[in-house]
Structure formats: structure tokens, C-alpha cells
């Protein structure tokens, strides 16, 4: 059940949905992820595999009531929840000493806030079925700083997030539920689209010994690892799958 319809939710859920899996995708705007659930249906029934149960879903998951009530309508609809995916994200930045405080704001309250509010539901809900599975979308920008953009923000409320998928681990395994994070390099996502991030992306790949930008689908197999019992005695890490950015 991934937060956040387009570029990575989107290759997360389909990848689930091949395997499988029934799920909600839960995004700001609820034309998006009607759009991103038919691509999905599309893509499952052209390979040929079993009709996956998807369903849309807006809200803003910074908003903690539009999170409980989404929340709570997803397990009326489905069930359960049995998988997470805190993926909803912003980004963008500029020189920290000019940076208005609502951005900073703003972006803490998205990556931050609207992963923790989403995996609070998700705890209690699993805590109650004695199983489940977290992947928290952090990012390697919780480990290293770009270059050459300035992302003060945004960096650190990737390392935030990271950090709470450990502290989320390490209070809920005794309940049987995993938590994990992905922490993705540089992706072609429409996160990255603008003129402005395809001149910068010509000074990362200088420095991504793959030499290049993952696709977005290259993140599909992590996630379902993540998501299944071939990672049942994986909890608290951070898996970074970045091409070899973070190696310098
Ligand atoms: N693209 C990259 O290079 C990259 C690298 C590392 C990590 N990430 C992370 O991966 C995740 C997905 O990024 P992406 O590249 O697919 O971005 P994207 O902009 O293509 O998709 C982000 C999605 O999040 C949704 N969203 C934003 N704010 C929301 C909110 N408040 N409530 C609900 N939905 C909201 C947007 O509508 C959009 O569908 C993000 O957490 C991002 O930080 C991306
Ligand atoms: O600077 C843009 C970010 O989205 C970045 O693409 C990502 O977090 C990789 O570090």
C-alpha cells in the first residue's frame, strides 16, 4: 500500500500487484492515483498474472485527521493491511541562509511528519494482527549531501526518516512487524524532470559509478524483497540502492 501514486509509488505497487498483492494508493490528488490504479490494472492484465484488487485514495498525508480516516476506510475496504510504503514526498531547495522558513517547514512536514503519521496507523493496526511490514522511501540524500544543488532541508528530513525507521524497528519487532528502509540515488522520476534537474543530473552521473540515472522500475525488486518473508530476519535497515553514489 503505497502513499503517492506517480514515478516510484507507482513502480512500488505494480510490483506488488504482479506478485499478487491487492493494495491502495493514496495520493494528494485523487485523479492521479485513479490514473496511476488503471496503468496498474493495465500492466497486470496485459502480462497475463491474476486481476490485483487497486484502489485510489486523496489525502494528504501530513494532514494527521486525513491520514486516521484514509487509514481507517483503506482496512474497511481490504480487511488488513499487511505492507506499508511510506513513499509521498517533496523535494526541492535552495542556499540554506535565504531558505524561507515555511519551505523548511513544509518540507519537514511532508517527509517527515506524513511518513510518521502513516506508519502510526499502520503500527497500531499491526500491532493488533501481530504481523506487518514497513518500507519507509528515504533517500541516500540521508546520507551523503547532493551536489551540487542545496537541499538542506530536504537532506535532513531524509536522515530524519531514517533514523525513524530504526526507532519504528526497534519498538514493534517484538509484535512481529518489520521496518525497513530504501534509500534510492538519483531516479527519473518527474521529481526530476524540470530543465533545471536534467542540467544538474550531467554533474551527477559524474559521480555514479554505474555512470548513469536508475530508471524508476530498478527499484521494483528491493521493494518486493522488503515487502515478502525472503527478507523475514531483515529489520531496521537501510537499503540504499544508488548506483555507488554513496561509496566516496
Ligand atoms: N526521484 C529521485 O531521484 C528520488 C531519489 C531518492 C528518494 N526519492 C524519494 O522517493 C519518493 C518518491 O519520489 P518520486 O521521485 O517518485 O517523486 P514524484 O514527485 O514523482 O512523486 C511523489 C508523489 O508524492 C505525492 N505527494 C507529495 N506530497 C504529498 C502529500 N502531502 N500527501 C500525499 N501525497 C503526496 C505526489 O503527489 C506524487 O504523486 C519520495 O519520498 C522521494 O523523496 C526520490
Ligand atoms: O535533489 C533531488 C532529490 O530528489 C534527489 O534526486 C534524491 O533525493 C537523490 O539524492
Redesign the pocket.
Known amino acids: 500500500m503505497p502513499?503517492?501514486?506517480?514515478?516510484?509509488?507507482q513502480q512500488i505497487l505494480a510490483a506488488f500487484a504482479r506478485s499478487g498483492a491487492h493494495g491502495a494508493v493514496?495520493?494528494?490528488?485523487l485523479d492521479?492515483a485513479k490514473h496511476s490504479v488503471e496503468d496498474m490494472k493495465a500492466e497486470v492484465k496485459e502480462a497475463g498474472l491474476p486481476e490485483a484488487d487497486l484502489r485510489p485514495y486523496e489525502?494528504?498525508?501530513?494532514d494527521e485527521q486525513a491520514v486516521k480516516s484514509t487509514f481507517k476506510q483503506i482496512v474497511q475496504d481490504f480487511g488488513k493491511v499487511d505492507v506499508l510504503v511510506t513513499?509521498?514526498?517533496?523535494?526541492g531547495g535552495s542556499p540554506a541562509e535565504d531558505y524561507p522558513f515555511e519551505d523548511w517547514k513544509k518540507m519537514l512536514d511532508?517527509?517527515i511528519n506524513?511518513t510518521f503519521l502513516f506508519a502510526r496507523e499502520a503500527g497500531k493496526h499491526m500491532i493488533g494482527n501481530k504481523k506487518g511490514t514497513i518500507i519507509m522511501?528515504?533517500?541516500?540524500?540521508g546520507r551523503i549531501v547532493n551536489k551540487p544543488q542545496k537541499q538542506a532541508a530536504y537532506n535532513t528530513s531524509?536522515a530524519a526518516v531514517a533514523h525513524m525507521m530504526k526507532s519504528l524497528a526497534s519498538e514493534w519487532g517484538e509484535h512481529g512487524i518489520r521496518v525497513n528502509a530504501m534509500?534510492?540515488?538519483?531516479?527519473e522520476?518527474?521529481?526530476?524532470e524540470s530543465e533545471e534537474m536534467k542540467e544538474l543530473s550531467k554533474e551527477w552521473v559524474k559521480m555514479i559509478p554505474l555512470g548513469r540515472i536508475a530508471k524508476?522500475e530498478e527499484f521494483r525488486g528491493t521493494a518486493v524483497w522488503l515487502a515478502s518473508d525472503a527478507s523475514s530476519y531483515v529489520t531496521g535497515s537501510e537499503i540504499i540502492v544508488d548506483g555507488g553514489y554513496t561509496i566516496w
Open positions: 502513499p503517492a501514486s506517480q514515478g516510484l509509488g493514496v495520493d494528494l490528488a492521479s489525502c494528504d498525508t501530513s513513499n509521498a514526498g517533496i523535494t511532508v517527509n506524513g522511501v528515504s533517500s541516500m540524500s531524509k534509500s534510492p540515488g538519483y531516479i522520476t518527474p521529481a526530476n524508476p
